[in-house]
């Protein structure tokens, strides 16, 4: 019995630890999402109206923060 708790504890331990590194990436590529849409907006915005007004309001804007990190 305590052979398999030290097994489950060890696999538990591998599964914390590629929880954590699999966080880590999801918050980078998030942060690099929200940066990319930053630019976009802009993009759009310069595009549509060249006179520097921004009157967009059809993109997503569900982030939090600008998006520049």
């Known amino acids: ?3 398999l708790n030290s097994k489950l504890y060890v696999e538990n331990c591998y599964i914390m630890k590629e929880n954590e590194r699999l966080r ?3 918050e980078l590529l998030n942060q690099e ?3 990319l849409l930053f630019q976009l907006k ?3 915005s310069k595009t549509k109206n060249p006179n ?3 009157n967009d309001n059809n ?3 569900s982030s939090s ?3 520049q990190s």
Do not use: D, F, T
Request: some cysteine; proline content about 0%.
């Open 24 to 26: 880590k990436k999801a």
């Open 42 to 44: 802009q993009k759009l």
């Open 1 to 3: 019995m305590e052979r």
């Open 59 to 61: 993109l997503c804007s």
């Open 52 to 54: 520097g007004s921004n």
């Open 65 to 67: 923060g600008s998006g």
């Open 33 to 35: 999402n929200q940066q």
